[in-house]
């Protein structure tokens, strides 16, 4: 595997044409009392755009991010970015830790230093990990694949051969949202490389659910709700399941458009109870994710594995995955909280199941420590 370091530099002149780009946004009407009834409201997304424009510093970003080991490596063809920060202790445990979406492997940065230099934060340099962040493939600093039929299962594909190119034949995971669904892919496959998988999307991917199958109240209950979630906010999910290069044009070409699409999610996701986002998560923090999107130009690849994710094979009707499995569950979000016997059906050897009181969909980076704290007590179980 070609492996070199990386230093994330994003050219001036492309940094002012943002500006100029934002400078010139052509805003949409909007009802009174609108709110967030019909999407994003105009008031946010004004002060998004005129803190992108005026106050923002991308420059501080990427110090931050180099502040960490970056690499590119070259696998299959394909460059892989990922941020590889070694443990403190002499039997650091490897693990991975793919991104989800709309999201970067910058919100897996607070993670970072709790895993690998524990004795920082109280803890014990010998429960330390050896942590790997990659960049997705069609994600960030990646390459994007340049054919159809690239999914879920080719990407898990792939961290396999970084893993094993980075000397580590078997290594922990976590995740959540896409990275739930290649990691939990790559444990079905490849059983033997992984130690442990820890997640705060439990249920995904999902088991095999035939005609027969016989299900609990509490079963009956989570299906019901996530079909209603879906009937209510699923539709961009449709869009990019079906047609998503006609989404990709409007995403591509307008900054205003991109931020407006990506932040209703990371909105609606966290669900905050007083309305605000910003409670949760700093300007700074939303709009570095945001910003690594535009200068990346990787929106549409990351939005086609919603179209990509026809062609996965998903778990059929014998499958299990007996890999040690540990679940954190978040405050927020009903239908990504499955009934534990939900989940047994494809990973039977639960070993941590576990509330963390918090968070939403992006919990990494709205409660990193917990997380973090979450993530330590389960490999704790399988040192």
Excluded at 300 to 318: F, L, Q, T, V
Aim: contains cysteine.
């Amino acid at each position: 595997m070609e492996m070199t370091p990386y230093t994330v530099h994003i050219h001036e002149d492309d940094i002012q044409e943002l500006k100029r780009r934002l400078e010139r946004t052509r805003w949409p009407d909007e009802l009174p009392g609108a709110n967030w009834d019909y999407g994003i409201p105009l008031s946010f997304m004004k002060d998004m755009i005129a803190y992108w424009k005026e106050k923002f510093d991308w420059r501080a970003v990427e110090r931050r991010i180099n502040s960490f080991s970056n690499y590119i490596a070259t696998i299959d063809g394909m460059d892989i970015h990922f941020i590889y920060e070694k443990g403190s202790g002499s039997n650091s445990i490897p693990i991975m830790i793919p991104h989800g979406w709309p999201s970067t492997f910058y919100e897996m940065l607070d993670l970072v230093p709790y895993l690998a230099h524990p004795e920082r934060y109280g803890g014990d340099a010998a429960l330390s990990f050896d942590v790997i962040v990659p960049s997705l493939p069609g994600h960030g600093f990646s390459g994007i694949p340049g054919k159809t039929g690239f999914e879920d299962r080719q990407a898990a594909n792939m961290l396999v051969k970084l893993m094993r190119g980075l000397g580590y034949e078997q290594f922990g995971a976590h995740g959540y949202d896409l990275g739930a669904s290649v990691l939990g892919l790559l444990c079905l496959d490849h059983p033997e490389c992984v130690i442990g998988y820890h997640t705060t999307s439990p249920g995904n991917p999902s088991p095999f659910l035939g005609k027969e199958a016989q299900l609990s109240e509490a079963e009956q209950a989570f299906l019901a709700c996530s079909e209603q979630w879906y009937r209510e906010e699923g539709g961009y999910a449709h869009i990019l399941g079906t047609k998503p290069q006609t989404a990709a044009y409007a995403l591509h070409d307008s900054p205003a458009g991109l931020a407006a699409f990506i932040l209703e999610k990371w909105h609606y996701w966290t669900g905050p109870a007083s309305g605000d986002l910003l409670r949760h998560f700093s300007k700074e923090e939303l709009l570095a994710n945001v910003s690594i999107y535009w200068f990346t130009q990787t929106i549409n690849a990351a939005n086609r594995y919603y179209y990509e994710g026809k062609h996965i094979e998903w778990p059929g009707p014998d499958e299990v995955c007996l890999v040690p499995h540990g679940v954190a569950l978040t405050a927020t979000q009903p239908h990504e909280r499955p009934p534990r016997e939900y989940v047994e059906r494809l990973f039977p050897n639960i070993l941590q199941w576990e509330e963390l009181h918090a968070g939403g969909h992006f919990v990494a980076l709205e409660q990193p420590e917990r997380v973090a704290s979450q993530i330590r007590s389960f490999f704790a179980r399988l040192r």
